[in-house]
């Protein structure tokens, strides 16, 4: 100014409060969606829908000046599993519109709260989770999409928002702690993946079953087979009596 004074290092904790604060908004509106998505959501299977991944060019002529700058990047579109678990999709999405919202400006001194309200975010859906599998009652039906769903949130969806995080601030993609975030669950993954081994086991023992008694009754065809099988017809010019061959008479 006229004056000699430089005023802009009192700008960046204004700007770093303003991100603050929207990036605050957009969470916890992601979170009231995932609450009433959830509520009102049905546990059915979901129709198959068909997925076309996203072409990749050939050449880097076709891809220009961002070759370079994109190479070896990992590509964070969002899970086609996604399709299947609609709360966690609407999750997710209000997750994309926060980190849209940072996108503007970044400041580097909010890398540690925002992992921090990520993986609270992330936490929040879990317990959400959790709590809905101890107070509602689930059909044989609806308990494997909704164990489906709890393995996504863990398997998927946490590394998933750790990875854009990590875009952001690149090498701090372990600041979300995904085990922490989804500790909730881990006893419903658990039981799910026990009774999925206890199914996997007892099919195959059906199955191993099934091959044995149709060994058996390979077996028990081919013992028939062989006894009615006929007995080779005697020489037309002889016959054997007490041990003796004697000529037919002509």
């Known amino acids: 100014g006229r004056v ?40 059915v299977a979901m129709p198959n829908i068909p997925y076309a991944p996203k072409r990749q060019s050939s050449s880097n002529g076709d891809k220009g000046g961002e070759a370079e ?3 070896g990047m990992e590509d964070l579109s969002p899970p086609h599993v996604l399709m299947e678990h609609l709360p966690l999709a609407v999750f997710v999405n209000g997750i994309l519109q926060a980190f849209n919202e940072l996108r503007h400006c970044t400041p580097l001194a909010l890398r540690i709260p925002v992992g ?10 879990a317990s959400a989770l959790a709590h809905f ?13 909704f164990e489906g769903a709890c393995k996504v949130l863990a398997d998927v969806v946490a ?24 500790e909730p669950l881990q006893d419903i993954i658990a039981a799910a993946k026990a009774r999925e081994v206890e199914a996997a086991a007892a099919a195959a023992a059906l199955v191993e079953k099934a091959k044995t008694r149709k060994t058996k009754l390979v077996k028990v065809e081919r013992g028939a087979k062989a006894a009615t099988i006929p007995a080779a ?13 004697v000529k037919e008479a002509a």
Not at 7 to 35: D, I, Q, W, Y
Not at 133 to 145: D, F, K, N
Request: net charge negative; aromatic share 8%; glycine share 8%.
């Open 159 to 182: 590394p998933y928002v750790a990875a854009c995080y990590g875009r952001f601030y690149a090498g701090c993609a372990g600041n979300i702690n995904v085990a922490v975030a989804t």
């Open 69 to 71: 700058a994109g190479e």
């Open 116 to 125: 921090q309200s990520l993986q609270d975010a992330i936490l929040a859906v």
């Open 233 to 245: 017809p005697m020489n037309s010019s002889t016959a054997v009596g007490d041990g003796v061959a």
């Open 133 to 145: 599998h101890a107070t509602r009652v689930l059909s044989e039906s609806e308990a494997p999409l």
């Open 4 to 43: 000699g004074l430089d005023f802009r290092g009192l700008l960046p904790p204004v700007f770093e409060k303003c991100m603050a604060a929207l990036f605050s908004t957009a969470l916890s509106n992601a979170l009231e969606a995932f609450h009433v998505t959830l509520e009102r959501h049905k546990w």
